[in-house]
Structures are given as structure tokens and as C-alpha cells.
């Protein structure tokens, strides 16, 4: 039985904002409308196949809120938006190492239609070691 990978990192979601930036990079701490995240430090998980990955931040905002979550593989250096995914938490089901490299967030609102970018998660994929055979 694989353990949960909660179990193995702990919480994801402690860590102190230190800056804010939109899309475009620029500061926008002083903005009250333009939604504001509990940290923007990145977080390494480990996880290993047919294990159980939650992605999670806290953020704050005038709502109503909007949520597009992007990965970028290890493989390509292209980020991908994953369209199904419209919610402040991501739970992935981990298969094979191709779910390996970075993933975030994007939040937008009516006051900053254009969306500011959440913290990282960098998910490493371990495979699992295959077990001896015996030889008699």
C-alpha cells in the first residue's frame, strides 16, 4: 500500500508573502481588488505512482473568482493550461513520471481580468523499486 503523500510532506500550504506579481510581473501588493495569496514560495513534493497529490493555496479576493491551473512537464519546456481544472485545489492521481514538473494556478477576478499567478508546486515523480526475485 503506497502512503499518503500528505503523510510523507506534511501541510503544503505554510509559507509568508513576501511580493505579489501579476502576469505581467509587476507589483501589485497595494491593489485590495486584485486577489492576494497566503505565500508565492515554492513547494517541492515527492510523490510516487498510484499515489494521491493535493496542490492547494489560500487566496484572498473580491470574487466571484476564477481558478486555471497550468503544467509544465519536465520534458517540455512549454507550460500547459489543463482546461478541466477550475478550482482553487488540484488533486492529482499520480500514474507515471510524464505528471512530473512544475504546476500553477492563475486567479482572476472582474478587477484584474487578466489574472495573477499563484505560488509553485514542483512534483517529483520517484518510481517505485521493483522487489528481487528469488532463485532457487
Given at each position: 500500500m503506497t502512503p499518503d503523500i500528505r503523510q510523507i510532506i506534511g501541510k503544503i500550504t505554510e509559507a509568508?508573502?513576501?511580493s505579489l506579481s501579476s502576469a505581467s510581473g509587476?507589483?501589485?501588493?497595494?491593489?485590495?481588488?486584485?486577489?492576494?495569496?497566503?505565500?508565492?514560495?515554492t513547494s517541492v513534493l515527492c510523490a510516487t505512482?498510484?499515489?494521491?497529490?493535493?496542490?492547494e493555496f489560500v487566496?484572498?479576493?473580491v470574487g466571484p473568482l476564477e481558478f486555471q491551473w497550468f503544467h509544465?512537464?519536465?520534458?517540455?519546456p512549454r507550460e500547459i493550461a489543463?482546461?478541466?481544472?477550475?478550482?482553487?485545489?488540484?488533486?492529482?492521481?499520480?500514474h507515471n513520471i510524464t505528471q512530473a514538473g512544475l504546476y500553477r494556478c492563475?486567479?482572476?477576478?472582474?478587477?484584474c481580468t487578466e489574472g495573477v499567478f499563484g505560488p509553485r508546486f514542483a512534483l517529483k515523480v520517484i518510481?517505485?523499486?521493483?522487489g528481487e526475485v528469488s532463485r532457487k
Open positions: 509568508n508573502v513576501q509587476k507589483a501589485r501588493e497595494e491593489d485590495p481588488e486584485v486577489p492576494t495569496f497566503d505565500r508565492l514560495a505512482p498510484d499515489s494521491e497529490v493535493i496542490l487566496v484572498r479576493g509544465t512537464p519536465i520534458d517540455r489543463m482546461l478541466e481544472e477550475r478550482h482553487p485545489s488540484l488533486k492529482l492521481r499520480v492563475r486567479v482572476s477576478n472582474p478587477y518510481p517505485l523499486q521493483k
